[in-house]
């Protein structure tokens, strides 16, 4: 959160031709603005060959404690970076109290058995390196990352070992943190993005706790220094996590480092994931959060999909991809260079160890909300209903696999690749058959994902914007909840 | 006698081997490149790194929102959308597609300063970028519908990030309210009406004047072979006709004689902030360097002094940054806080003007200093992981400084940077006639809880 602010001012600062997020009145509109259809003249000299890579692999072992290791060697610069994934998360918190998961890892800098707060960050800031911790809403899985140059490799190790086993979430600190973390969730509530965000999650996934997106002021009021030393305790144990390094380090010197460090991190026993069941997809409907000052409507649409680990998934990433995978995709031909309606739209899939959401996603000036509407719907009917031409269907997956080559110039991107095989137990040459996954994908196959991951029946549309203006044009797609800025449902 | 003499040539030679050892460490590594400049004035700079299979090519154009005249503000990034509506022989739309389809990234973005355009591609596809560069600066096919189509994709994308967002509004008008040039004053994004009246012949005349070989750098990074992406570039832009110098306008600022200040009620803000900005030299002088060290210590990082005391100890701001702004004129240096609720912006403005006051009374320490410098030499390495990063960085450093050394250099200028000139320059610029604030309020005090 402290650092959004910051981005935003830095965004201010240059305009670019479009960005990637994750997140009206049409007729007249349109009628003013001429047809600027997309050409596409294929005089540009294309290499046809697509650039084969392999993704290098990271060499493996487990320390005597149960603790996973993967070092990627990696020497084009003299940095290191380390990640620590605990395999659990948000998805573990307790009902009352939502962001326990994030505030243990938030809490982690806060102070250990051998360092004050102050003296954390003293010591990372040093040696210029970057030290943090989070475990996101909608995820099992708590984050600590540690980075920097490699000569600073020994004490950036050390201080990430203090923080991940010996924190002491001290009263005063966890005070400070309460008033920040008040603070920061009034803050989300100006955010339109947010609000579109916290609505869809709770109307797709109801009890079941991928449904949060952020603590509510009683969990921050009410979590104590016992609640964070009972989910560290638990859950932050070597056999429950995997340690990754990616850098200009080898293997052999490296191991020896971590063992040093985390060689006497005690394991026990971690209970599996209670997850409860996932609530039935509810029937297709639009909610409305009333903005009153919004100059846009944020539009989210989706529905509960998949697990990461789901043989549909490189289906659907292919089918998404096509649909609203980029600049290049459907929904921003449409939405954007087309009717001008938007500045981005694009489509996305979440997928987890629970089935994930699929959603589109766009911002468009208010008076355009029926024109986006109908513009959507009209992309999901066509990518469910008509067969993808061959050629689109080819340049997708040519997309997908040459983009291959540009993901080996970041170490700690490979390294996350192959976290995700090793987290989500998928299988150990994954990435290298994943091309010919992709390569399977007919036409056939994307119409059938699509009728299966993009469920017009059960689609939860979610729009945050001016509601006088927007509310009857919402009504045309689907019976509406409205509900106001504060969460609370008014109609 | 003489043996005393050996031994100190010896002892002095061994400290100057530390010293030299010690210096080597606190560098960069060294990136090598070549730089020409073609018949038409294209100049060409190439930079060979074989550790991934990709490229990065850059194009800036030495043009930004400092050009624009009153009544077209936002042109500059308006145009910067045209540049991807199509040329003689590249559709409207086809630069992304094709970019996309062969495993790539793209994008253009638009400053005050500079528009730069870039690609990252594997490196087979190194004639692609070169033709999608070459064709749009030679040949830009501008229409109505496209303009159109445009204009309404730069006001969704101004509402996106200003005029639906909380503090939006706030961001542009500190520029407005710290400058009386109107080459800084205006937003880079526009106002609404201005980008309404731009005009098609406008669109042609900006790109006659301004997108000309000898008004850009082109920039490659990555796994190529110099020479041969040279005859590679030589090709596809040696016959682009040059065109005369385009004006360059006067980036003076004048004399300030007292501080500024507004306050703005923000009907989508739920609680205030504090935003300030000091007028400083340009970037890449003494003086910016030394501004951009003081930033550093007051924000960079959880151990730096606005954090430890405005958001630890006093417990008066949730958030706070400070940024040191290096453009080719007359810069800012803005400090940003979120006070906490409950707590007024005069309190946390008063704060800030405290740590100030502390620094130029009692300057900096050396182990502050140590630590900046610590924070930028990593910063620069890290961010040299990426050929794409690195090639905008070169293609900016030789747009504005007219020095694409800048890349292995900046961290030397930095390092030069002693603790004396850091309270220096907070004592000569931090000071009211420099200053402006503007502190956004919430319009209305909406009831906090969420419920669910």
Redesign the interface.
């Given at each position: 959160?402290?650092r959004k602010?910051?981005a935003?001012?830095?965004?201010?600062?240059?305009?670019?031709?479009?960005?990637v997020t994750l997140l009206a009145q049409g007729p007249e509109e349109s009628k003013s603005?001429?047809?600027?259809?997309?050409?596409?003249?294929n005089?540009?000299?294309?290499?046809k060959?697509?650039?084969r890579?392999k993704l290098p692999r990271p060499r493996e072992v487990k320390l005597d404690n149960g603790l996973d290791i993967l070092v990627l060697e990696?020497?084009?610069?003299?940095?290191v970076a380390f990640m620590l994934w605990i395999k659990t998360g948000a998805l573990e918190d307790p009902r009352e109290l939502p962001g326990l998961a994030g505030f243990t890892a938030d809490m982690l800098?806060e102070g250990t058995t051998h360092r004050s707060?102050?003296q954390i960050?003293?010591d990372?800031?040093?040696?210029?390196?970057s030290l943090s911790a989070s475990a996101g809403f909608g995820s099992n899985r708590s984050n600590v990352t540690a980075?920097?140059?490699v000569?600073n490799t020994d004490r950036i190790l050390e201080l990430m070992s203090d923080v991940v086993l010996n924190p002491t979430f001290p009263d005063d600190e966890l005070a400070?943190f309460k008033?920040?973390e008040?603070?920061?969730?009034?803050?989300m509530?100006?955010?339109?993005s947010f609000l579109a965000r916290e609505r869809f999650y709770?109307v797709l996934y109801g009890d079941f706790p991928a449904s949060e997106v952020?603590p509510?002021?009683e969990s921050v009021n009410n979590v104590t220094r016992a609640d964070l030393d009972r989910f560290h305790g638990e859950y932050y144990a070597p056999n429950n996590a995997i340690l990754g390094v990616a850098g200009d380090v080898d293997y052999d010197s490296i191991v020896p480092l971590i063992k040093k460090y985390f060689g006497g991190w005690k394991n026990h026993p971690v209970s599996d994931p209670t997850l409860p069941p996932l609530p039935k997809p509810a029937a297709a409907k639009v909610v409305l959060v009333d903005r009153p000052?919004?100059?846009?409507t944020n539009i989210l649409a989706g529905n509960q999909a998949l697990r990461r680990n789901d043989p549909d998934y490189v289906p659907l990433v292919v089918t998404n991809h096509i649909l609203g995978g980029?600049?290049?995709?459907r929904l921003f031909?449409d939405l954007?260079?087309?009717?001008?309606?938007?500045?981005g739209a694009y489509s996305s899939m979440m997928p987890d160890v629970y089935p994930g959401p699929w959603f589109a996603s766009t911002?468009?000036?208010t008076k355009v909300t029926d024109g986006s509407m109908q513009a959507l719907m009209d992309e999901f009917r066509k990518i469910r209903d008509e067969d993808v031409p061959e050629k689109e269907l080819d340049?997708?997956r040519?997309?997908?696999?040459?983009?291959?080559?540009?993901s080996?110039?970041?170490?700690t991107t490979l390294l996350r690749s192959w976290l995700t095989v090793d987290y989500y137990k998928l299988p150990q040459d994954y990435w290298d058959q994943y091309p010919e996954e992709v390569a399977k994908v007919t036409p056939q196959l994307v119409k059938e994902t699509a009728q299966k991951y993009i469920d017009l029946d059960h689609l939860q549309v979610v729009c945050v914007g001016s509601g006088k203006d927007i509310k009857d044009v919402l009504k045309k797609y689907g019976p509406i909840e409205v509900y106001d800025?504060?969460?609370?449902r008014i109609e | 006698m003489k043996r005393y003499r050996a031994g100190t040539l010896l002892l002095a030679s061994v400290l100057l081997l530390a010293q030299a050892l010690a210096a080597a460490?606190l560098r960069v590594?060294h990136l090598n490149f070549t730089d020409q400049r073609l018949g038409n004035g294209l100049r060409v700079i190439i930079a060979p790194?074989h550790?991934?299979?990709?490229f990065a090519i850059s194009v800036t154009y030495n043009v930004g929102s400092h050009s624009e005249r009153p009544g077209r503000t936002g042109f500059a990034?308006l145009f910067?959308?045209m540049m991807?509506q199509?040329s003689k022989?590249?559709?409207?739309?086809?630069h992304?597609?094709?970019?996309?389809?062969?495993?790539?990234?793209m994008?253009?973005?638009?400053?005050e300063d500079r528009t730069n355009y870039f690609e990252?591609?594997?490196?087979?596809?190194l004639?692609?970028a070169l033709?999608?560069e070459s064709?749009r600066m030679r040949s830009l096919a501008v229409n109505?519908?496209?303009l159109?189509?445009?204009?309404?994709?730069?006001?969704?994308?101004r509402?996106?990030?200003?005029?639906?967002?909380?503090?939006?509004k706030a961001?542009?008008e500190i520029d407005n309210l710290a400058y009386d040039n109107f080459a800084y004053k205006h937003s880079?994004?526009g106002s609404m009406a201005d980008l309404n009246a731009a005009t098609v012949s406008d669109v042609q005349d900006f790109f006659r004047i301004y997108y000309a070989p000898n008004n850009a750098v082109l920039t490659l990074v990555g796994d190529l072979d110099p020479a041969e992406a040279l005859e590679s570039v030589k090709k596809y832009f040696g016959d682009i006709p040059s065109q005369p110098a385009p004006p360059r306008p006067d980036l003076t600022e004048p004399e300030h004689y007292g501080q500024r200040r507004e306050t703005m009620m923000d009907?989508?803000?739920?609680?205030p902030?504090v935003l300030m900005a000091f007028h400083t030299p340009p970037g890449n002088t003494a003086d910016n360097y030394a501004l951009q060290v003081l930033a550093s210590i007051l924000s960079?990082?959880?151990?730096?002094r606005l954090?430890?005391h405005l958001?630890?100890e006093k417990?008066l701001a949730?958030?706070v940054?400070v940024?040191a702004?290096a453009r080719t004129g007359d810069s800012l240096f803005?400090l940003?806080a979120?006070p906490?609720?409950g707590v007024k912006p005069e309190e946390v403005e008063q704060a800030i003007e405290d740590e100030i006051a502390a620094i130029k009374k009692d300057g900096v320490t050396d182990?502050e200093m140590?630590?900046a410098r610590?924070?930028?030499?990593?910063?620069q390495?890290?961010e040299?992981?990426?050929?794409l990063f690195t090639a905008i960085r070169i293609g900016e450093y030789a747009v504005k400084f007219n020095d694409p050394d800048l890349i292995n250099t900046i961290f030397d200028k930095f390092n030069a940077v002693t603790a004396a000139q850091v309270k220096e320059v907070a004592e000569k610029y931090l000071i009211p006639p420099q200053q402006a604030v503007v502190i956004d309020l919430p319009a209305q005090q909406?009831?906090?809880?969420?419920?669910?």
């Open positions: 959160m402290k602010f910051f935003l001012f830095i965004v201010m600062l240059a305009f670019g031709t479009c960005s603005v001429p047809l600027s259809q997309v050409v596409r003249l005089r540009a000299p294309v290499n060959e697509i650039l890579v990696r020497h084009k610069l003299p940095t800098r707060s102050a960050a003293k990372v800031d040093d040696i210029g390196a980075s920097g140059l000569e400070k008033k920040r008040l603070a920061d969730l009034q803050q509530r100006s955010d339109p709770s952020a509510t002021p000052d919004s100059v846009q980029g600049p290049a995709a031909l954007r260079e087309e009717k001008g309606y938007t500045y911002e468009v000036r340049e997708s040519r997309a997908i696999v040459s983009s291959f080559a540009l080996l110039e970041s170490p800025t504060n969460g609370k | 460490e590594p790194d550790t991934a299979p990709v990034h910067e959308h991807f199509g022989n590249v559709g409207k739309g086809e992304m597609i094709l970019i996309e389809n062969n495993g790539g990234d994008n253009g973005t638009t400053n990252m591609l594997p490196k087979n596809q004639d692609l033709f999608l064709d109505l519908a496209n159109n189509n445009q204009r309404n994709a730069v006001q969704e994308e509402r996106l990030g200003i005029d639906n967002q909380p503090y939006g961001y542009l880079v994004i009907p989508l803000a739920r609680l902030m960079t990082g959880e151990s730096s954090y430890q958001v630890k417990q949730t958030s940054e940024q702004d803005y940003l979120m906490r609720p182990a140590e630590k610590a924070q930028f030499r990593r910063q390495i890290q040299r992981q990426s050929d909406e009831t906090t809880a969420a419920s669910r």
